[in-house]
């Protein structure tokens, strides 16, 4: 059993394994309203410099964009509706494979087309973000988000940071109203 973490808090991964080189960031949620029109909560990680921006497109990971350059960020694909037991979407981090430039992955969510249907994080229970161990399939952190994100339509739900004494896990849960767009434009990507 993995480490609960509050909002604001932090892990060390190291802590939980001796060598980890492989995780997966699986990232949950169900709709507040069943029978309501579809959810469609899209997951994605962009890899950030010391800067604080992203080095390119290429490391902006969603759904249109599934696997960074040398696949040491792979989207596992776009769950559509948040229907089912488990996690909604995974990405999977080799973090043997980073270049040593990137220092912080951000692993935020938005929802597709949430104006149109008039849809916020207010109509989602049950919402969360966990670190695997993809070789041992041991649960190392997880953090449940509260539900009093009413107006938001995008959140920032956790992020991977690099240490002189290895990788972090942050939670964070800051929500905003910004699309998947505006979320990239925030780390210097122009799309």
């Known amino acids: 059993m993995g480490i609960d973490l509050a909002k604001g808090a932090s892990a060390a991964l190291a802590e939980r394994t001796d060598v980890l080189t492989h995780i997966t960031v699986g990232l949950g949620w169900d709709p507040n309203r069943p029978g309501a029109e ?18 390119g497109l290429s490391y902006f990971i969603y759904y249109n964009n599934l696997s960074s350059p040398r696949g040491e960020i792979v989207h596992r ?28 992955i951000v692993f935020p969510v938005s929802i597709h087309n949430a104006d149109y249907r008039h849809q916020s994080f207010g109509d989602v229970h049950g919402a969360y973000i966990r670190v695997v161990n993809a070789d041992t399939d041991e649960e190392l952190v997880r953090y449940d988000l509260s539900s009093s994100a009413a107006r938001d339509t995008s959140m920032l739900f956790g992020e991977l940071l690099r240490s002189a004494d290895g990788w972090h896990f942050r939670a964070v849960g800051e929500g905003g109203v910004d699309g998947l767009a505006e979320i990239a434009r925030a780390y210097g990507l122009a799309v």
């Open 38 to 55: 579809e959810f469609d909560l899209d997951a994605s990680a962009i890899a950030l410099q010391g800067d604080g921006r992203a080095p």
């Open 77 to 104: 694909g776009d769950n559509l509706t948040g229907e089912g037991a488990g996690d909604d979407e995974q990405i999977d981090v080799r973090l043997d494979l980073l270049s040593s430039a990137i220092t912080r």
